[in-house]
C-alpha cells in the first residue's frame, strides 16, 4: 500500500494526539490537513473540508461523542471515509443508522479506542470462549474503566452551560475488582466511583451538579462525586492530566482470563488505535466493502500493512 494520506477533524486532546502519531509514522501515513471549527494556527476551516475530498483517503475524526459527533458525522460521510472513537455505548446504535443514512459509497468505522475499541473485542472473545458463571447471563466478561480520566465524560460535563473547564476521573473500587477476580459478578453501577473537578461561578454550581448527577449514559444512577475549584487550583493540579486504563475479567469457574490496559495518555492511546484502524479503512475500501462498519466487524488481518499469515 501507498502512504495513506489523512484528515484529521478537531483539534483538542485526541486531535493533537493524532497528529503526533502520524508524525511518528510518517512512513505509512501523510497528513494532508487539520480541520478546526475554531480559529486554530495550522488549522483550516470545517467549512471548507469538502474542498479536500480528493485529497484525503481517511478522516480521523475527533470531535466529543456527547454533541459534537451525531452533528458532525452526517455531513462527512458522503464525501469521505471516516475513522471515529465514538465512545456513547448506548447510542452507538443510534449513531449508526445516522451515519447509514448520509453515507455514499464510504467506509466509516465508529467507536475506535480502547472503549469502545480494544476492552469491546476482549469481551468478545472472553464471552465467546468461557461459558458463563450463571444462567441468567450470557456474558462471562467484566470491565473496570480507570483509575484515570474520561474524555467522553470530561467533555460531556465541559459542554454544560456555565462550566468554564472541568476533567472527570473514573475510580474503579477495590472490593469490587477482588470480588470479580474471583469470580463474583458485580452490576456495573457498584464497580465504580465517578469524580468531578468543575470550574464554575458559584451562583451556577448547584444547576450544574444537578446537570452532572442526572446526565443520562453518563453519569445518572451512578456515585458521583463533584468537587468545584478554582482556575488556580485547577491549573496546578488537573490541567494537562491523561493518565487512564482499565480491567477486562472473564471467568467461568473452571478458567480466568484477564486483560490489562495502563495508559500514560488516554487520548494518545486512543490516536494510536484510531490510526490502526485507518489502514483497515483503506483495505476495505479497496476491496469495494463499503458501509459502517464497528471494531467488531474488522478481521484482525485487516489492521496491518504487513502480511500477518506470516506472525501467526
Given amino acids: 500500500m ?3 494520506r489523512i484528515g484529521v477533524v478537531g483539534f483538542g486532546n485526541l486531535g493533537r494526539a493524532c497528529v503526533e502519531v502520524i508524525s511518528e509514522r510518517s512512513c505509512l501515513f501523510e497528513l ?5 471549527r475554531r480559529t486554530v494556527k495550522g488549522t483550516v476551516a470545517l467549512s471548507k473540508i469538502e474542498e479536500y475530498k480528493d485529497k484525503i483517503d481517511v478522516l480521523l475524526v475527533c470531535v466529543g461523542s456527547c454533541t459534537d459527533a451525531p452533528v458532525v458525522m452526517p455531513l462527512l460521510v458522503s464525501n469521505f471515509c471516516t475513522v471515529d472513537s465514538f465512545d456513547n455505548h448506548a447510542k452507538l446504535s443510534e449513531y ?3 451515519i447509514k443514512s448520509s453515507q455514499g459509497e464510504k467506509v466509516s468505522i465508529v467507536g475506535t479506542g480502547w472503549d469502545p475499541g480494544v476492552f469491546s473485542l476482549m469481551r468478545i472473545y472472553f464471552d465467546a470462549i468461557l461459558v458463563p458463571l450463571s444462567n441468567s447471563s450470557l456474558k462471562s466478561s467484566q470491565t473496570f474503566w480507570g483509575e484515570g480520566v474520561s474524555l467522553g465524560h470530561s467533555n460531556a460535563v465541559r459542554r454544560i452551560q456555565g ?3 472541568a476533567i472527570q476521573f473514573t475510580v474503579p473500587k477495590k472490593d469490587a475488582i477482588e470480588a470479580v477476580r474471583v469470580g463474583e459478578v458485580i452490576g456495573a453501577e457498584k464497580k465504580h ?7 464554575a461561578q458559584k451562583c451556577e454550581q448547584d444547576r450544574i451538579e444537578q446537570e452532572i448527577r442526572t446526565m443520562p449514559n453518563y ?5 458521583v462525586e463533584i468537587n468545584f475549584v478554582s482556575w488556580a487550583e485547577f491549573e496546578k493540579h488537573y490541567r494537562g492530566r491523561f493518565e487512564h486504563g482499565g480491567l477486562v475479567f472473564g471467568n467461568d469457574g473452571k478458567s480466568q482470563m484477564e486483560f490489562k490496559l495502563k495508559l500514560e495518555s488516554n487520548p494518545y492511546y486512543t490516536a494510536c488505535v484510531m490510526v490502526a484502524y485507518a489502514i ?3 483495505k476495505l475500501v479497496e476491496e469495494e466493502k463499503y458501509g459502517v462498519y464497528t471494531v467488531a466487524d474488522i478481521a484482525p488481518r485487516y489492521l496491518s500493512f504487513e502480511n500477518v499469515i506470516s506472525k501467526i
Avoid at 32 to 36: D, P, R, Y
Avoid at 193 to 199: A, D, I, L, Q, T
Avoid at 219 to 223: H, N, S
Fill in 280 to 282: 483497515a479503512c483503506c
Fill in 163 to 165: 462550566v468554564k473547564d
Fill in 32 to 36: 494532508v490537513a487539520v480541520f478546526s
Fill in 219 to 223: 453519569f445518572a444512577g451512578q456515585e
Fill in 96 to 98: 449508526i443508522e445516522r
Fill in 193 to 199: 466511583k465517578r469524580v468531578c473537578y468543575v470550574v
Fill in 2 to 4: 501507498k502512504r495513506i
